[in-house]
């Protein structure tokens, strides 16, 4: 049995919820996938998850899970655990989990793996690949001890549209737990993606960032004119973010946000390694640089060579005529 725990934020499931289920069915390798989702008013987020392939779909609620609070959190999902009885626990690796999960293995006495970015079949065990040193390398690990063993699936690592939908709805149930107010020791407060001119970048389809070939920040209007056009966020590698340019919560990279868009329009980015583990895992990327050996047209599916301050007005254009 795995139990996926699905994340949901004023009744709106995170897209990677689902990157969260395809993972666990490429886990799963047959064996029944169960979701889990905790809240206050989760009727409608937990009737949504029912249009996946798996056994059923468990919503959990209480008065104290009105908010998120990392305690509640715990609390909520270890009375699901225990309900459940999964081997493996498959969370994705959202500012939200990795502010309860680690308190969640902790309570258990079981066995976290974070981040994580390939599951892997080898001589009959299962073996999970995550990034070290900023990226600079990926670690194979494998987890000892006893089941339940909690992993987190890292934004892109698996695309939402991978999970498979059931032919039909999946039955859902309601777990009512019991949280005593004295157990929630945290008072909820906005979360980060609230905070003024601040953006969930993860859940944007495309997105159009810049580097240090923008020059400076007099010119960040072509970019913005460009994601406007497209519908698209601007966001920037973190030179950029440093030098003020843009607020650090529009910065992609190891040390940024994780992103996994439809369309990743990067603009003047060398391609270092810090910045691509935070967007590799876009369906389409298409890369602008004046430098042909930049690195970032390593992991590009399209590239244009040349001059950005002309490519982008021009591109801009004919966007605004379709």
């Given at each position: 049995?795995?139990?996926?725990?699905?994340?949901?934020?004023?009744?709106?499931?995170?897209?990677?919820?689902?990157?969260?289920?395809?993972?666990?069915?490429?886990?799963?390798?047959?064996?029944?996938?169960?979701?889990?989702?905790?809240?206050?008013?989760?009727?409608?987020?937990?009737?949504?998850?029912?249009?996946?392939?798996?056994?059923?779909?468990?919503?959990?609620?209480?008065?104290?899970?009105?908010?998120?609070?990392?305690?509640?959190?715990?609390?909520?999902?270890?009375?699901?655990?225990?309900?459940?009885?999964?081997?493996?626990?498959?969370?994705?690796?959202?500012?939200?989990?990795?502010?309860?999960?680690?308190?969640?293995?902790?309570?258990?006495?079981?066995?976290?793996?974070?981040?994580?970015?390939?599951?892997?079949?080898?001589?009959?065990?299962?073996?999970?690949?995550?990034?070290?040193y900023q990226?600079?390398?990926?670690?194979?690990?494998?987890?000892?001890?006893?089941?339940?063993?909690?992993?987190?699936?890292?934004i892109g690592?698996?695309?939402?549209?991978?999970?498979?939908?059931?032919?039909?709805?999946?039955?859902?149930?309601?777990?009512?737990?019991?949280?005593?107010?004295?157990?929630?020791?945290?008072?909820?407060?906005?979360?980060?993606?609230?905070?003024?001119?601040?953006?969930?970048?993860?859940?944007?389809?495309?997105?159009?960032?810049?580097?240090?070939?923008?020059?400076?920040?007099?010119?960040?209007?072509?970019?913005?004119?460009?994601?406007?056009?497209?519908?698209?966020?601007?966001?920037?590698?973190?030179?950029?973010?440093?030098?003020?340019?843009?607020?650090?919560?529009?910065?992609?990279?190891?040390?940024?946000?994780?992103?996994?868009?439809?369309?990743?329009?990067?603009?003047?980015?060398?391609?270092?390694?810090?910045?691509?583990?935070?967007?590799?895992?876009?369906?389409?990327?298409v890369a602008?640089?004046?430098?042909?050996?930049?690195?970032?047209?390593?992991?590009?599916?399209?590239?244009?060579?040349?001059?950005?301050?002309?490519?982008?007005?021009?591109?801009?254009?004919?966007?605004?005529?379709?």
């Amino acid at each position: 049995m795995i139990l996926v725990i699905a994340e949901q934020r004023d009744g709106t499931l995170s897209r990677a919820s689902w990157e969260a289920i395809a993972a666990a069915q490429h886990l799963a390798a047959g064996a029944p996938v169960v979701v889990g989702i905790a809240g206050g008013d989760i009727a409608g987020v937990a009737a949504g998850l029912a249009a996946a392939a798996v056994a059923e779909v468990v919503a959990v609620t209480s008065p104290a899970l009105a908010a998120y609070t990392a305690d509640g959190w715990v609390h909520a999902h270890t009375a699901l655990i225990a309900e459940v009885t999964p081997t493996w626990v498959v969370l994705p690796h959202t500012y939200q989990t990795r502010d309860f999960a680690p308190a969640l293995a902790a309570s258990l006495d079981r066995a976290l793996v974070t981040d994580c970015t390939a599951i892997k079949h080898v001589q009959g065990q299962v073996v999970f690949s995550r990034p070290m040193y900023q990226g600079k390398l990926a670690a194979d690990v494998r987890v000892l001890g006893e089941a339940p063993w909690l992993v987190t699936m890292q934004i892109g690592a698996f695309r939402a549209d991978a999970a498979v939908r059931g032919v039909s709805p999946a039955p859902v149930r309601t777990l009512e737990v019991a949280i005593a107010p004295s157990a929630i020791r945290q008072a909820p407060e906005a979360p980060f993606q609230e905070a003024r001119q601040a953006v969930d970048l993860s859940q944007a389809e495309r997105i159009v960032s810049v580097g240090r070939g923008i020059k400076g920040s007099e010119h960040l209007p072509l970019a913005q004119a460009l994601a406007d056009a497209l519908g698209a966020e601007l966001a920037a590698s973190r030179p950029i973010c440093d030098a003020g340019w843009l607020p650090m919560e529009r910065q992609i990279g190891s040390s940024g946000q994780t992103v996994a868009p439809k369309l990743y329009i990067a603009v003047g980015i060398s391609g270092a390694i810090q910045h691509v583990v935070g967007m590799k895992g876009a369906r389409t990327i298409v890369a602008v640089n004046k430098d042909a050996d930049a690195p970032i047209f390593e992991v590009a599916d399209y590239g244009y060579v040349g001059d950005l301050f002309e490519f982008l007005p021009a591109l801009t254009a004919e966007l605004r005529k379709s």
